[in-house]
């Protein structure tokens, strides 16, 4: 069994937990009535930042390292994961982008801030546009990771290869 580097390992484990992160305080973090709405909002937004960044360092260390051959059972379960995990990367880049580009549109200035995220002012039309879908493009960012996590299921309990086993620890 071909394991994948310890590098990508880490990077792939800290990836699920700022997504799952943003999507537990996913909301709007411009519209907090209370403290605890605008930490879960800033909680929100650097989640979103981090995932970003570890996306693009995530890119940069795969070019480096050799990954292990996708298991696939038959062409079109290769293409399947092959087109899976293109839109995956998409979408992690896409959602913190689009997040931005909402949030640049509706906010100049945070008081009180924990940390300070460099807004474009007011996107163009086109980018506003994206920016208004949001909430639609991480939905269906989460539906594919909860694909992509059935799949390595999958994998592991009904074809029985070391697929699952690849992106483990040990």
């Known amino acids: 069994m071909n394991k994948y580097p310890s590098p990508l390992i880490v990077i792939h484990w800290m990836t699920v937990i700022l997504v799952l992160t943003a999507y537990a305080t996913s909301g709007d973090p411009t519209r907090g009535a209370t403290t605890m709405d605008f930490l879960v ?38 293409l399947a994961a092959r087109a899976g995990h293109g839109l995956l990367y998409l979408f992690m880049l896409l959602t913190p982008v689009t997040g931005w580009l ?31 879908y949001h909430q639609t493009i991480g939905n269906v960012f989460i539906t594919l990771v909860g694909v992509h996590a059935f799949a390595a299921l999958v994998h592991h309990y009904y074809f029985k290869d070391n697929t699952l086993k690849k992106m483990l620890f040990r």
Do not use: Y
């Open 41 to 78: 909002g800033q909680i929100h937004v650097l989640s979103g930042s981090l995932l970003f960044i570890l996306v693009i360092c995530r890119l940069f260390v795969r070019r480096l390292m050799t990954v292990p051959e996708v298991t696939a059972h038959t062409p079109w379960l290769a």
């Open 102 to 132: 909402k949030l640049s549109g509706k906010v100049t200035f945070f008081d009180a801030i924990l940390f300070n995220l460099p807004l474009m002012g007011k996107p163009g039309s086109l980018l506003h546009q994206l920016a208004n």
